[in-house]
């Protein structure tokens, strides 16, 4: 089934820890995205990618960093993990930047302690 | 400051109608989406307005005004499945989604 996938699916995380975490899309789509979702408020961007090997900085990219090595392939990176840090986190994919609907991943579940 | 508004929490009674509005603050416009999220779910694509009117897609009907900055999203004939947060975006000037806070809507018998 074409989709978008995410690993892993929820984890504990002990602070200082270096964490990637892993998406896949098998859509062939150019645009990618990392959301953050914290209890009462929007998703917020972490960073993006229009097309494969570039990437750009979101609302919040403090802390983490992403590749963009090919089209399918979007792993978002925590470097040290602080507690700040936890959140449920989503990659998506869109067809273009623009006016495409996005498809969003299962998400991952970080606990950061 | 780029802002989305909408409403925390609505309830409404099964088979009624209700409505979800959403105002908007953000640089530049190039559409905005409803998205529905269930609980420990992803969001899913509900509709995308660029135009102003009304979008009608089966139960589910979505209301743009570009001048006030306005969208609002029906429901129609409310089932209990349609328990869930409504997530209101407007994509800016650069083509990135600004997302507000969700509307948690309660659906009672």
């Known amino acids: 089934i074409a989709g978008i996938t995410q690993a892993p699916t929820s984890q504990i995380l002990a602070a200082g820890r270096r964490m990637t975490l892993r998406c896949t899309q098998d859509?062939?789509?150019?645009?990618m995205y990392w959301y953050r979702q914290d209890l009462g408020l929007g998703l917020r961007l972490i960073h993006y990618?229009?097309?494969?090997?570039?990437?750009g900085k979101g609302e919040v990219p403090d802390g983490y960093s992403v590749s963009r090595a090919n089209t399918d392939d979007f792993p978002l990176t925590l470097a040290s993990a602080v507690p700040s840090q936890t959140s449920v986190y989503f990659c998506?994919?869109?067809?273009?930047?623009?006016?495409?609907?996005?498809?969003f991943g299962q998400g991952t579940r970080l606990t950061v302690v | 400051g780029q802002n989305i508004d909408q409403p925390t929490e609505m309830t409404a009674t099964e088979g009624a109608i209700v409505q979800i509005n959403c105002t908007y603050q953000?640089?530049?416009?190039?559409?905005l989406f409803w998205y529905q999220q269930h609980a420990g779910e992803a969001p899913t694509f509900l509709s995308y307005?660029?135009l102003d009117g009304l979008e009608e897609k089966g139960r589910f009907s979505s209301f743009l005004s570009r001048s006030k900055g306005y969208s609002y999203l029906l429901l129609k004939e409310l089932q209990m499945k349609d328990s869930a947060s409504y997530l209101c975006?407007?994509?800016?000037?650069?083509?990135?989604?600004?997302w507000g806070a969700g509307t948690k809507l309660i659906i009672k018998p």
């Open positions: 990618s229009n097309t494969a090997g570039t990437t």
């Open positions: 998506a994919s869109s067809d273009s930047a623009g006016g495409a609907e996005a498809f």
């Open positions: 953000t640089s530049g416009f190039n559409g």
């Open positions: 307005n660029v």
């Open positions: 975006a407007v994509m800016d000037s650069n083509y990135q989604l600004i």
């Open positions: 859509m062939r789509h150019n645009a």
